[in-house]
């Protein structure tokens, strides 16, 4: 008998969460007297050796499309565009495309499906992550979803490029959704084709791996696979448009559920006029929730299912305070998401929908990565306030099972969440290990001192680590080593006074400003804000004062501003000393701390776009290279390996005044791009005008 158990299971390997289930029953086994041999062949073929228990092929994922079986479906099976109402996914098929290659994959996002380099490495791997080929066990379906964009509510919006595959329950009992982004049409493509080009999909790749590597929460990139299947694109919406090749990422997540799906039900709108598409169906709601809270916030459930009301507060809240704690990751590395609306807002507090993001080279508190967004709504500073208005409206959306009245309350949580998670990563980046209450004013005149002399984010909280605790040895050489190098980040006469410029026509500001007097409403209407317009007039008065300063009076005013910062800096760390035992050891402490904190490689823009400029005439090894990058970003030295080029690999490294890493002896891999430029450099001048929407 126990022969034939063994048969049975060394035809398939399960996962750990089923040895668990059935690990008592070993136990009763043994007290009838089974060998331990034959219990422990038993529990190696249930759950694996050390070597094996993660594999997995293709073909034997371990789906489970939970999903589909607790929400309602649509009941059309024609994919056309259409208004779906009474439905959370409508089910869809991928559209082939010709010729498939794969250019780049995850090793470590894939490893989340228990799947080994030799399953990623087959020759037919591409067909399947393209979808001309379905993975057994999928069920291809799209997403309904509504949303408010730019603070507009838009009605039903759903997954218009992007299909759900299903779920995989990987070998340690994990369950992590899986889909497509860019194959094709569904309900909700709306005007559009479904489909993604390479370089969205590059972008989209590379930036999801980078935000997780980073420490932030986010969904995963498993894949990206381009063809010769082509779609007609008008890049600068100038009227040119060009053939771009169509390609197709793989998303990874235990979730994709967002604010908006929650917004089906939403009533007519008194601004816009629209509606969700299954407003009334609070049957459906009440199903909704409690399919996210029982399968994403387990414990809550567990600890309130027979109480509804006290159980969904309790999910709101949680959901207040995980999108708190991750505005403050973003913020932290100088990150901006681009299109904050709230269907691109993760139900399990993610970062989610990676279109025209952008990390900050030189610190703009008014930084726009969108280059749509006319009215400067998801500015660096504002991402903040935007995510905590977009959790009001998740408490609007839910209103039919808890009333906002008690809801509205717990977004109070919001603010103290934020601003405790934002403070403790600015002082892991300052390295600062005691708590004081004027820290904050620390941080604030840091981030002003690099808006005035116009320095790179990255770069300057990077180099703080070279300062050691005042009165060493070398502390008067270190500061002057540092000064010299801040002084070498910041921007040029020229690129400060390119910065100021209104982004606004003359005329077009001339007209807000007349209807400003004439009309404030009106303005609303338009997109714009009063306090918009006040910043344009802000940037016109400093572009005139700029108009005289010469490149050696800016050197000075940075060269002053600088000290004085390095100064309160300095005055800081003196208390941080303060009853310490061996301030060599605690010196050390706080560089590591810092080191881990303050990211070395981020996914600059001119980063990306070498990357798919390469990736574009078929070379995908900068691709492959910016992602080693990237999944290191806090290394000094990152060992791209079998990723170098022939003609990377004769580069010939020097050390750049504008890298942020101390000269270094001896280096095993040029660290610069196949363009020439370090990894680490400030951008170089053609990157300004590059324009993301």
Not at 92 to 112: C, F, G, H, I, R
Not at 312 to 317: A, H, I, R
Not at 330 to 340: P, T, Y
Not at 404 to 421: G, H, K, N, R, S
Request: aromatic share 10%; with cysteine.
């Amino acid at each position: 008998m126990f022969q034939s158990v063994l048969g049975r299971f060394s035809r398939t390997i399960v996962s750990r969460a089923w040895f668990s289930h059935i690990s008592k029953r070993l136990e009763w086994s043994l007290g009838l007297g089974i060998t331990t041999g034959v219990a422990h062949s038993i529990k190696v073929l249930c759950i694996g050796s050390d070597t094996d228990r993660n594999m997995a092929k293709l073909e034997r994922l371990n789906f489970d499309n939970l999903a589909l079986r607790s929400l309602p479906l649509d009941k059309e099976s024609s994919n056309y565009v259409r208004q779906v109402s009474g439905a959370c996914f409508s089910r869809v098929k991928p559209t082939p495309v010709e010729n498939p290659v794969t250019v780049v994959y995850s090793a470590q996002a894939m490893d989340l499906l228990s799947l080994p380099k030799t399953e990623l490495e087959r020759p037919d791997f591409a067909e399947y992550f393209c979808g001309n080929k379905l993975l057994p066990g999928t069920e291809p379906a799209a997403h309904c979803y509504c949303g408010h964009q730019f603070g507009n509510f838009a009605g039903q919006l759903g997954d218009g490029a992007t299909m759900y595959l299903g779920e995989v329950v990987n070998a340690e009992g994990e369950r992590w959704e899986i889909q497509f982004k860019g194959a094709g049409l569904t309900p909700y493509s709306r005007t559009a084709d479904g489909r993604k080009v390479l370089r969205s999909s590059v972008r989209e790749f590379l930036c999801s791996e980078a935000i997780h590597h980073l420490g932030i929460p986010s969904t995963r990139a498993g894949t990206c696979v381009t063809s010769s299947s082509t779609v007609v694109r008008d890049i600068f919406y100038d009227g040119n448009p060009i053939h771009e090749k169509c390609s197709v990422i793989l998303r990874i997540a235990p979730t994709f559920l967002r604010f908006g799906s929650f917004e089906i039900f939403k009533p007519m709108d008194p601004d816009t006029g629209r509606k969700g598409p299954s407003v009334g169906r609070k049957d459906i709601l009440i199903q909704l929730l409690d399919y996210t809270v029982k399968n994403f916030y387990p414990q809550i459930w567990a600890s309130n299912h027979e109480d509804k009301q006290k159980m969904y507060l309790e999910f709101y809240k949680e959901v207040v305070r995980r999108t708190a704690r991750l505005v403050a990751g973003w913020q932290c590395v100088g990150w901006c998401h681009g299109v904050l609306n709230t269907d691109n807002m993760s139900i399990v507090g993610v970062t989610i929908d990676y279109g025209p993001y952008g990390f900050m080279d030189r610190y703009d508190p008014d930084f726009v990565c969108n280059a749509s967004d006319d009215g400067g709504r998801y500015t660096y500073q504002k991402q903040p306030e935007i995510c905590k208005w977009n959790c009001m409206k998740l408490g609007e959306a839910i209103q039919e099972a808890i009333p906002v009245a008690v809801t509205q309350p717990a977004l109070d949580i919001y603010d103290e969440e934020f601003e405790q998670y934002y403070m403790d990563g600015m002082r892991k980046k300052f390295g600062l290990l005691k708590v004081l209450p004027d820290d904050r004013k620390l941080v604030e005149s840091f981030l002003d001192t690099m808006h005035q002399t116009g320095a790179d984010f990255t770069n300057c909280f990077r180099c703080l680590s070279r300062l050691s605790f005042p009165g060493s040895s070398d502390y008067t050489t270190q500061v002057e080593a540092v000064m010299d190098y801040l002084l070498n980040q910041c921007c040029s006469v020229e690129e400060l006074k390119a910065a100021c410029k209104p982004r606004m026509h003359p005329m077009q500001l001339q007209m807000m400003m007349m209807i400003v007097q004439s009309n404030p409403g009106l303005l609303a209407q338009l997109g714009r804000a009063p306090m918009q317009l006040a910043t344009e007039l802000e940037r016109m008065e400093r572009g005139k004062e700029l108009e005289s300063l010469t490149p050696e009076q800016k050197r000075k005013e940075d060269a002053e501003k600088w000290m004085e910062w390095l100064k309160e800096y300095e005055d800081r760390l003196k208390v941080e000393m303060d009853g310490a035992g061996d301030i060599e050891v605690l010196n050390k402490e706080r560089v590591v701390i810092m080191n881990g904190s303050n990211p070395k490689f981020i996914l600059r823009n001119y980063i990306a776009q070498n990357a798919i400029s390469a990736a574009e005439k078929g070379d995908y090894t900068e691709v492959r290279r910016v992602l080693k990058l990237l999944e290191n970003p806090f290394s000094e030295e990152v060992d791209l390996g079998d990723t170098l080029s022939d003609s990377v690999r004769g580069a010939v490294m020097d050390d750049d005044a504008g890298t942020s890493s101390a000269p270094r002896a001896e280096v095993q891999v040029p660290m610069k791009s196949y363009t020439g430029v370090t990894y680490d450099s400030r951008p170089p001048e053609w990157a300004s005008e590059l324009k993301v929407t």
